[in-house]
């Protein structure tokens, strides 16, 4: 049997004539486990997220339609505007600084070195390791009275008291930053070395015989060069920081005073301990905006490409 | 030699130093791991101490936590979940990844771009629903609301990664292998997967981590202690109240991370290989 490929062997049928061909019916028949599984696992939780979220339901009672009421309730919540403020403030600081140190690391692991994989390998570790096990350790770490961190930064003299990481409001969004930050960098700089490996050789040859070297070959090579890899490593790691969970649950669960409150502990909280679930699926709706951002744009970068 | 020394400051300025303080910022917090778990409290209490340094190594906190808890019952959900998990998504990944590379049909397009989207949905946006669809299933309280529940991530994952390798291996062969009387499926399963095999080996194990290290679901669905998995078990079952064991912590830290630390030294090479070539095409 030939293969029945090429558009010309189905120009003239019909829809329905190409929906029974063999090659579709094969198509239908490996995607279906996958698309019945995100069906009922996704689309529809999906579904019934938006339902939930317009009804005033709470553990154990199905509640009834209140309508537009949880969100415009959370609008005035200064609690929610503060959970609002907070993931930006954490998303915005976490994605730079990972993109910042991750082009300085990848730049740095590109180069001739002795151990180089191992090298690679022992830098991706804060990456695979499971994120609630590596978090607790960072709990430890900060621990107010045994605090490691402390010990080690007065130990060299950076500084003179002990800094009271997880107890200060704002020393609590400095925590929970650098431990994202810590596990999120790996990531990006694995991208960016992967970026930079394609850039061909010849490229840096010519601009150094046209003379122009450091700096400048990396403003006018390898940052253009690198912009797609970049784009979209940012966009994913914007959508997954905004949605973070874990690396706050365990750290500072939203504290002190819910200084370091996110859309998804704040969800969790309300929603699982408070036991109001339709205000709590709203305010994980709040996530699906940014979400819907990051797919338009992410969509609009690659058919570009 | 002043040049030959010139350079060598240079290398140390512009790569070694630098290259070290990055090194240092990773992996000093599994060395504290490691330490604390080996040190009896008294030690591990003591500030007066060289703290970086374990003076009386001990096994004590392994001891306690086996005596005491049921740690083991937690690895074993973990290891059961994540192999059971990855080896269901690796199977409909390739199906699914395979007929997107290769057939034409109706509604191919939708599909990937739908399985490209739910890549990118975070667990927190759809935990609460899913909570209530689980308990409907009659699964709250089991390893196997994970199992089923897992698989919704990793499928699209192993999907785009497998679309990317299939698409590399060229059509030629298979063709020749259905000419010769080969059925398509039996041309994907004979021709064209052990050609993707690196590719196979990476989605697989890169499933089994993500499996492995998932908080989210398993804290939501999941109260009973002997279902736990090592990720949520530690922080919840060991912290009791407001009483924090850290070397008990620690040694349980350290037991549901090397697992996934041997798994990853032992397919380095895939794995950055396979990282990099996804990047790549991401």
């Not at chain 2, 190594?57 to 005596?67: I, V, Y």
């Not at chain 2, 989210?216 to 060991?238: C, G, H, N, R, W």
Request: glycine share 6%; proline share 6%.
């Amino acid at each position: 049997m030939p293969p029945s490929t090429g558009p010309g062997a189905s120009g003239g049928s019909s829809y329905a004539h190409r929906l029974v061909r063999p090659e579709a019916l094969t198509g239908y028949f490996l995607i279906s486990p996958a698309v019945f599984l995100m069906t009922v696992l996704l689309a529809y939780p999906f579904v019934l997220a938006v339902w939930i979220s317009l009804t005033n339901r709470v553990l154990g009672e199905p509640g009834r339609f209140v309508g537009l009421e949880n969100f415009l309730k959370l609008l005035q919540d200064p609690l929610f505007r503060q959970t609002v403020w907070n993931s930006f403030v954490y998303t915005i600081s976490t994605v730079f600084l990972k993109m910042l140190l991750g082009i300085i690391l990848a730049l740095l692991l590109n180069q001739e070195m002795p151990c180089r994989n191992l090298v690679r390998g022992a830098l991706l570790l804060p990456w695979i390791v499971p994120t609630s096990l590596s978090v607790l350790t960072w709990l430890w770490m900060f621990d107010s009275l045994f605090s490691v961190v402390n010990y080690l930064l007065l130990g060299v003299g950076i500084i003179s008291r002990k800094i009271p990481w997880l107890g200060d409001p704002f020393w609590a969004m400095v925590s929970v930053v650098i431990v994202n930050t810590w596990r999120g960098l790996p990531f990006f700089a694995i991208s960016f070395l992967a970026g930079l490996m394609t850039i061909p050789k010849e490229l840096y040859e010519a601009a150094e015989t046209d003379g122009a070297r450091g700096m400048r070959q990396f403003w006018s090579i390898t940052l253009p060069l690198l912009q797609p890899v970049i784009a979209v490593v940012v966009l994913f790691s914007t959508i997954w920081t905004f949605a973070d969970f874990q690396i706050v649950y365990i750290l500072t669960h939203g504290g002190p005073i819910n200084a370091t409150q996110i859309f998804a502990t704040m969800a969790y909280d309300v929603a699982l301990v408070a036991g109001r679930i339709g205000e709590g699926s709203a305010i994980s709706l709040f996530l699906f905006p940014a979400l819907l951002v990051v797919i338009v744009l992410m969509l609009r970068y690659l058919r570009r490409e | 030699m002043l040049r030959k020394r010139f350079r060598l400051l240079r290398r140390l300025v512009g790569l070694y130093l630098p290259l070290a303080a990055f090194l240092f910022f990773a992996l000093f917090p599994f060395y504290w791991m490691a330490i604390s778990s080996f040190k009896a409290n008294p030690e591990l209490y003591n500030l007066r101490l060289n703290r970086l340094w374990i003076h009386q190594p001990t096994l004590e906190q392994f001891r306690e936590l086996f005596a005491k808890t049921a740690i083991l019952r937690w690895l074993w959900n973990s290891f059961f979940v994540s192999a059971l998990t990855s080896v269901i998504s690796m199977s409909f990944g390739i199906m699914a990844g395979y007929a997107l590379a290769r057939l034409r049909f109706p509604g191919a397009q939708a599909f990937g771009l739908a399985t490209f989207i739910t890549y990118l949905v975070p667990t927190t946006l759809i935990f609460i629903p899913l909570a209530s669809v689980v308990q409907r299933l009659g699964l709250s309280n089991s390893i196997w609301s994970l199992v089923v529940t897992y698989p919704t991530f990793l499928i699209p994952f192993c999907t785009w990664m497998l679309i990317a390798y299939f698409k590399s291996i060229p059509k030629d062969m298979e063709e020749c292998a259905m000419i010769d009387g080969c059925s398509r499926i039996g041309a994907m399963v004979r021709i064209v997967l052990p050609m993707a095999i690196p590719g196979v080996i990476f989605s697989a194990m890169f499933s089994f981590t993500l499996s492995w290290n998932e908080f989210v679901y398993a804290l939501t669905f999941i109260s009973d202690t002997t279902q736990k998995t090592m990720s949520v078990a530690v922080p919840t079952e060991l912290i009791r109240g407001d009483a924090y064991f850290w070397g008990e912590l620690m040694a349980a830290s350290l037991l549901g991370s090397v697992p996934v630390a041997i798994l990853y030294s032992f397919f380095m090479e895939y794995f950055v290989s396979g990282l990099t070539a996804g990047a790549l095409k991401g």
